[in-house]
C-alpha cells in the first residue's frame, strides 16, 4: 500500500499573497531513496509516484479519497497563522 501525507499549501515566503493556501494537498512519500544518475548527475529514482500531487477543496474531501482508494495516509495539521499587527509609525522608533 502506497504511503501518503495530506497537508495544507504554507503561504509562499516570498510573496504577501494567500493564493490557493485554502486548498489541501495529497502528496505520496518516496518509496525508494533518489540516487545519482550516473550520466547527467541528476537525483531520481523508478518511483513516479513521488511527482504526483492531488489538490483537493477540503480535508473531508481528500480523506475520503484517500480512504476510497485505499492509501495509507497522515494528516500534517495546517501552521497556524501568526500576525504582526503594527503601525507604520512604528517603523521610525
Not at 495544507?8 to 499573497?17: F, L, V
Not at 531520481?44 to 513521488?50: A, L, M, P
Request: glycine share 6%; aromatic share 10%; no cysteine.
Amino acid at each position: 500500500m502506497p504511503n501518503a501525507r495530506i497537508y495544507q499549501r504554507p503561504k509562499n515566503a516570498m510573496s504577501s499573497g494567500r493564493a490557493n493556501t485554502d486548498r489541501w494537498m495529497l502528496e505520496f512519500e518516496q518509496a525508494e531513496p533518489k540516487r545519482p544518475d550516473p550520466l547527467t548527475g541528476w537525483a531520481g529514482s523508478g518511483d513516479v509516484r513521488d511527482q504526483v500531487k492531488l489538490g483537493f477543496p477540503t480535508l473531508e474531501a481528500a480523506t475520503a479519497y484517500a480512504t476510497r482508494e485505499g492509501i495509507d495516509f497522515h494528516v500534517v495539521p495546517a501552521p497556524v497563522r501568526k500576525l504582526k499587527l503594527q503601525a507604520y509609525a512604528d517603523n521610525f522608533k
